[in-house]
């Protein structure tokens, strides 16, 4: 057994684990050690070589989905992280070239759930840092307490660095305390909660404003305390509202729905469903839905933009709506992410020719931006209004798999709690089709912030139309 002892960043475990992979050490042969976890980290994504030694580590290639999984993983706080991480680096690196598509392998599924555990980390410290004001050399500072449940500061400090760039902040944790000056970051040992400031004077504005943003018609108190669980509640100074409001949003609902039983809604302004015909010819169905006023969206479309390709594909496409460059050619899926969706299509090994493509959606909802015009996410009752043209797609084209883009498609057919995130890739059941797969919308890979970030996200969409396929194909 060869134990390997390491100051545990993703950095110093990938010069470990390159040396390793050169000796052709195998998982089972490795016992990981991690040392020296009190000592201030060095930046998870140095790619810096251990000081004593001077050779230069071996490069093996692998994915670059492997690398942005790894550094998400390696700030997982469980230490069984490592020989994971290991264990996919060696099998990727001896012949199971594509195991990262292969959702349901035990190693996969793992580091999977360790990255979504840390990226959840990440969007709740983001959430839940409150500031408070303090009095520091003479100057104002900004300090906040978070309890972080991973590894997780160093890769969180330049979104408060650039959110918050004119502050001068601290945020203090257990792990690692994070500082900004107004110019440079930098990170310190961690210190317990008597270090935090107390309450400050923005308190009350801050729960001023919390009380009259809240909405009783909208209160889902297993969703709140999903999305806020109690746990970070003492450190919220709004968290201490959250009882009163609770208790009296029933009366304010009450309240809000007599004003509006009072309001008479203009003619122009009504939704209803749209007026289907009892038809089997989607040429008919088509021509049909070009005079549909339904719903107010039309006034401002240039057409409606109906579904395309052979009545009886094998997979159909459900979309949200038509985009600018759709509402303008008549055509679903032409635009930027209808060009990436080929590409996709086209590596997945699916003809496009092949298949049906659609919209929950068939006018085109947007605000003026000036000279542009930019898209708006469709309403429930647009949506309510919309609803029997896609059901009388889906009836006649009848696919043997319908694979859902994005969470408006997804939610039309199973229900407003369905959550792509988590149910994304898996072959469901549907009362419109025998399988239905969820995935993101291709317009979601173009707004990624950044290459790595794309690529990524772009991998595990072609993972989940794979999975698609291989339905049909089985079907």
Known sequence: MEQISFLPTFARWQVAARRALQSEISPEQIAWEEIGQDAPALSLFEEAESPNESQPAPKFPVPKRFLALAKLVALHREASRWPLLYRLLWRLTHGETHLLEIVVDPDVA????????????????????????????????????????????????????????????????????????????????????????????????????????????????????????????????????IPSLLHDAPR??????????????????????????????????????????????????????????????????????PGDQEDLSGKPFIGPAGKLLDRALEEAGIDRDTVYVTNTVKHFKWEPRGKRRIHQKPSSRDIAACRP????????VRPKVLVCLGATAAQAIFGSSF????????????????RVVATVHPSSLLRQPDEETRDREYALFLADLRVALRAAEEG
């Open 389 to 396: 043209w896609f059901e009388a797609e889906l009836r006649l």
């Open 419 to 434: 959550r792509v995130t988590s149910e994304r890739g898996q072959i469901l059941e549907s009362e419109f089709a025998p």
């Open 252 to 321: 304010r609902v009450e309240t809000m729905m007599k004003k509006s039983a009072a309001k008479k809604i203009a003619p122009d302004d009504a939704w209803h469903p749209a007026s289907v015909p009892e038809t089997a010819s989607l040429t008919t169905l088509r021509e049909t839905a070009r005079g549909c006023t339904a719903c107010p969206l039309y006034k401002n479309a240039t057409q409606t933009v109906f579904g395309e390709g052979p009545k009886h594909a094998t997979l159909m496409f459900l979309g949200e709506q």
């Open 110 to 241: 793992q580091a999977t759930d360790f990255e979504k555990s840390v990226r959840h980390d990440i969007h709740k410290m983001r959430a839940f840092v409150r500031f408070r004001e303090v009095e520091h050399a003479g100057e104002k500072w900004f300090v906040a307490w978070f309890e972080p449940a991973h590894h997780i500061v160093e890769q969180n400090a330049p979104f408060f660095a650039d959110r918050f760039a004119s502050m001068r902040w601290s945020i203090l944790t257990p792990d690692r305390c994070a500082h900004w000056d107004g110019n440079n970051l930098s990170f310190t040992a961690g210190v317990p909660r008597s270090e935090a400031p107390g309450a400050d004077r923005m308190e009350e504005l801050w729960r001023t404003y919390y009380a009259n943003i809240f909405n009783p018609a909208r209160v889902k108190v297993r969703a709140m305390q999903a999305e806020m669980p109690k746990k970070y509640w003492r450190n919220l100074p709004e968290a201490t509202l």
